[in-house]
């Protein structure tokens, strides 16, 4: 048997860093496999099966935890479970400087924080680079976090507009059965784009910049013959392209913009025999220049700690099968 004991200065604090009923030390419990008790303004961590190192981990996150409470952070079971992804896949990382305010992609009507190491890079090779590719399952944050950059560089004047696509590659023929004309038809592929703007701006405000120009969402076909200068510009759901939209989108840039890709090279819909847009251009620009690769994976997903039990009862189920 492996215990540490941890107390913690103020009595409050610590009954936040516990949570409502302990569900944050719970948390933490079972993330590592673990029996955490309190008493007070202390915590004993427990391992039945002398495993030091989850004990370590959990001890380094409940004061890293701690030490945010004190600089006047909230913490919420979602920070929780975040910290306890990270320090389990990074042991000496820093959990506030993950979290910190000052690299916030923010807008006027909410501020966007990155919640993973992989986030808080993704975040900084957009600000850097002329080009950053976004590559990584979904739920990692790749759309929203480039339309939260892009908002922000919009409402700080770095561009004069924004511009949203995918390629509406589900359509196919079956477009022609679809009612309304063909923006109508192929809005529904775009949903996705206007739900992370309605998110950043007002309802009314998006309407106003969309009907003026300053925003515009529309599929990637409409890209072709275009030079777009001083725009933040996204390509969403990248895997769907071909090589050739793939170059055809990429060498739309103009002065004074900057372009996003995000994809999943695991989810491509392409038909069969028909090369990604997106792998063949991870291998085509990989050493270019001005361009940074982030990939994403599992660790990065950001969900409910809920949502993680069920995958996981889910997983024990159809292993028993």
Request: net charge neutral; charged share 30%; hydrophobic share 40%.
């Amino acid at each position: 048997m492996v215990n540490h004991k941890l107390e913690f200065e103020d009595n409050e604090l610590a009954r936040q860093l516990f949570g409502p009923q302990e569900t944050h030390l719970r948390l933490i419990a079972e993330r590592f496999g673990l029996k955490i008790e309190s008493r007070g303004n202390k915590a004993i961590v427990t391992s039945l099966e002398d495993d030091k190192e989850s004990v370590d981990l959990a001890s380094r996150v409940m004061t890293q935890l701690y030490g945010m409470l004190r600089a006047g952070k909230k913490i919420h079971p979602q920070d929780v479970d975040l910290a306890c992804r990270i320090l389990d896949r990074e042991p000496g990382a820093n959990i506030g400087k993950v979290f910190q305010r000052d690299v916030s992609a923010g807008s006027p009507k909410k501020g966007v924080v990155p919640k993973t190491i992989n986030q808080r890079t993704y975040l900084d090779a957009i600000r850097e680079k002329d080009m950053t590719f976004g590559i990584g399952p979904a739920g990692t944050g790749k759309t929203y976090l480039a339309v939260a950059m892009a908002v922000g560089a919009l409402l700080r004047r770095e561009v004069k507009r924004i511009v949203l696509t995918r390629p509406a590659v589900e359509a196919g023929e079956k477009l022609g059965f679809l009612p309304g004309d063909l923006v109508e038809k192929i809005n529904p592929y775009l949903r996705p784009l206007y739900d992370s703007l309605h998110a950043m701006l007002d309802f009314e405000k998006v309407k106003e910049y969309m009907e003026t120009g300053v925003i515009e969402v529309a599929p990637l076909a409409f890209m072709r013959g275009r030079t777009i200068n001083d725009a933040f510009i996204i390509l969403d759901e990248a895997q769907n392209t071909t090589p050739e939209q793939m170059k055809m989108f990429l060498t739309r840039l103009g002065f004074g913009s900057r372009a996003v890709v995000t994809g999943d090279i695991t989810q491509i819909d392409l038909p069969q025999h028909s090369r990604s847009g997106l792998l063949h251009a991870m291998k085509v620009l990989a050493k270019v220049e001005g361009i940074e690769f982030v990939t994403f994976d599992d660790q990065d997903v950001i969900r409910h700690p809920l949502v993680g039990r069920i995958v996981k009862a889910y997983d024990r189920d159809s292993g028993g099968k």
